[in-house]
């Protein structure tokens, strides 16, 4: 249920580290690290929508590569912020600059997106062109990092007779593609598969999992040292913050649109 994923890009609270502690940023070229002793302590925004507001006080940005202009993000990078772009690697929408790419045979039922559908991910060869250039739009625009979205269509009902193996293999060819292109890899939702995937990606994005139910299944993550950046859409802060701040989550609430608003949890 992400929202407004064009070809996406991703800026990565719980307790953050004040400005001039923050690790310092990797120079364009290289993929963002994220230091297992600092997973719980990110503060973090996710803007899709809007001009990107630069003053936030969060050390990590989710962003949208296709929107957001190389004059953003390279304010944000003089400020010392991390950015991440989100990438729908599992669907194409026929707004997608790219979406004449995706050849018949790949495309698949309705997916969650407004006018957006399932591919074929048993089709690497076709698929790997196009994902690799979403991903160095992200690279040349100073993104070090990289949040796959759309990466479960096999818990839906895509148009094609793949299930969960092949959506493991996927993924997996999805991440290591990630990282041969300098981008740090982060899994966005997918639940379901976490236990399987967490050795292959950097870093967890979800939505919800208070609501849901779900946190205790990005433990993998945690238990790993990596960051899970973590987004309620519903409910005060102190209330959910309880349980997600117990998990070692970066949390927040956000609005749907996934505009510049955002509450953080409290600092503890």
């Not at 202009?69 to 390279?74: F, I, N, Q």
């Not at 945690?222 to 102190?238: L, N, S, W």
Request: proline share 9%; with cysteine; charged share 20%.
């Amino acid at each position: 249920m992400v929202r407004r994923i064009g070809v996406v890009a991703v800026v990565l609270l719980v307790t953050g580290p004040l400005t001039g502690c923050r690790p310092p940023a990797v120079p364009p070229g290289a993929p963002t690290p994220w230091p297992s002793g600092t997973a719980r302590h990110w503060q973090w925004q996710w803007q899709l929508r809007g001009p990107v507001d630069p003053d936030v006080d969060a050390d990590v940005f989710l962003l949208d590569p296709v929107t957001v202009t190389s004059a953003e993000t390279a304010t944000l990078r003089e400020r010392g912020r991390r950015l991440i772009c989100q990438v729908p690697v599992g669907s194409y929408a026929g707004q997608d600059p790219d979406a004449t790419r995706y050849p018949a045979a790949v495309r698949g039922a309705p997916a969650r997106r407004t006018g957006s559908h399932w591919v074929d991910v048993r089709r690497w060869e076709a698929l790997r062109p196009v994902l690799a250039d979403r991903f160095r739009l992200c690279r040349g625009k100073g993104f070090g990092a990289v949040a796959i979205t759309d990466a479960d269509g096999y818990a839906h009902r895509p148009g094609f007779p793949f299930g969960f193996d092949d959506q493991l293999v996927f993924n997996r060819r999805v991440a290591e593609l990630a990282r041969s292109l300098d981008l740090s890899p982060g899994l966005v939702n997918d639940v379901a598969q976490v236990a399987a995937l967490a050795p292959d990606f950097d870093f967890a994005v979800n939505e919800e999992c208070v609501r849901l139910r779900q946190c205790a299944r990005l433990l993998p993550f945690v238990d790993a040292g990596k960051p899970v950046f973590h987004v309620e859409y519903a409910g005060a802060t102190a209330s959910f913050c309880v349980t997600s701040v117990g998990y070692g989550f970066a949390s927040i609430r956000k609005n749907r649109t996934l505009d510049a608003w955002r509450q953080p949890c409290p600092a503890t």
